[in-house]
């Protein structure tokens, strides 16, 4: 708290609502800053998550001084695959276009013209969305992506489940209050998916932590 409070330029409330936040969190969780809408200093927990992957261009930032892509009250497409051709994708985006969504598009890699595709659109303000590669490899990625798929609500389109990326419907993709990308980081906060789902993942996934050896997972 006294080493927040110093960071804070000795602001007392804000080192004390930085100790508070990471007493509550711990160490698996993320602290975010915001401005506030309100002269008020707030702490609000929400279920969220962090991966080590960024925006895979800069074109997508949307915060040049931050060198953030923020999307409020995003949408989020969850894919096991590479996403290179727009045929695949273009249904997708036009039904997104027309929601007024933004949409985060998570992938093993989005490439070619699809990548294109969605720069055009992030560019001409057709709707703000933001591409980032899938986190882990191999069966770590498929857990990682079933991870997010629980907390935003969304489904891990997987041509293994028999889902093509081509027949993605709006309900199969999750949501996000909020999203925050930089170079290195995506940020999912206030994912919509189901709060018991989310906590018994949550448990599943501390086990498995507990149970585990290995120096790469």
Excluded: W
Aim: aromatic residues 4%; glycine residues 8%.
């Amino acid at each position: 708290e006294q080493v927040a409070t110093i960071s804070a330029h000795n602001d007392p409330l804000i080192g004390e609502l930085v100790g508070e936040a990471m007493e509550k969190v711990g160490d698996e969780g993320v602290i975010t800053v915001e401005e506030s809408k309100t002269t008020e200093t707030v702490l609000e927990v929400v279920e969220g998550m962090q991966f080590d992957r960024g925006f895979l261009s800069p074109y997508f930032v949307t915060d040049a001084e931050k060198m953030e892509a923020v999307l409020e009250e995003a949408v989020v497409l969850i894919v096991e695959k590479k996403i290179a051709s727009l045929n695949d994708l273009i249904k997708l985006l036009e039904a997104v276009a027309k929601s007024g969504s933004p949409l985060l598009a998570i992938a093993e890699e989005v490439e070619g013209e699809a990548l294109a595709t969605l720069i055009v659109n992030q560019i001409r303000g057709t709707f703000k969305n933001c591409a980032v590669k899938a986190p882990g490899f191999g069966d770590r990625r498929k857990a990682m992506l079933q991870d997010i798929a629980v907390l935003t609500g969304g489904q891990v389109i997987s041509e293994d489940l028999g889902l093509k990326l081509e027949n993605v419907t709006m309900a199969q993709l999750g949501r996000a209050k909020r999203v925050v990308v930089d170079k290195d980081n995506t940020t999912i906060i206030g994912g919509g998916g189901d709060a018991k789902a989310i906590k018994s993942r949550v448990e599943q996934i501390r086990r498995e932590i507990d149970n585990t050896t290995s120096d790469y997972d």
